[in-house]
């Protein structure tokens, strides 16, 4: 089962993107899922999470008000809605899925990971 991330681009200050994560037949459906990047010369961040139901979600104080992480269980997809985009939004963009129902902001917690797609925002 691999995940595969999508919808990352180079795009400007204040535009828009939605990323999207498939590929992981029921573990999309029913673990914690979250999204994580990683910036050239820095360690790879949370930036949010979401339970298996998409009742909870959580997200890094950088993101959060102009991020927004959704899933649809019946289509195997996660999604991550980034308005507002900054230049340091800037990263590689990872999808994730947890070691059960609930997300956590530890990667540790997280056992399969898609490959990633590069998001790069101008000033």
């Known amino acids: 089962v691999q995940l595969q991330a999508s919808g990352g681009g180079l795009v400007q200050a204040g535009a828009s993107l939605r990323l999207s994560c498939a590929g992981g037949?029921?573990?999309?459906?029913?673990?914690?899922m979250g999204w994580f990047r990683q910036a050239p010369g820095k360690e790879r961040e949370f930036v949010a999470g979401?339970?298996?139901?998409?009742?909870?979600?959580y997200y890094a104080d950088s993101v959060k008000g102009r991020f927004t992480i959704s899933r649809d269980r019946n289509n195997y997809t996660l999604y991550l809605q980034m308005n507002s985009l900054k230049p340091e939004d800037t990263a590689v963009y990872y999808c994730?899925?947890?070691?059960?129902?609930?997300?956590?902001?530890?990667?540790?917690?997280?056992?399969?990971w898609g490959q990633g797609t590069q998001v790069t925002v101008s000033s």
């Open positions: 979401i339970n298996w139901n998409g009742g909870f979600t």
């Open positions: 037949g029921r573990i999309t459906s029913n673990n914690g």
């Open positions: 994730a899925a947890a070691r059960g129902a609930s997300y956590s902001t530890d990667s540790r917690q997280y056992t399969r």
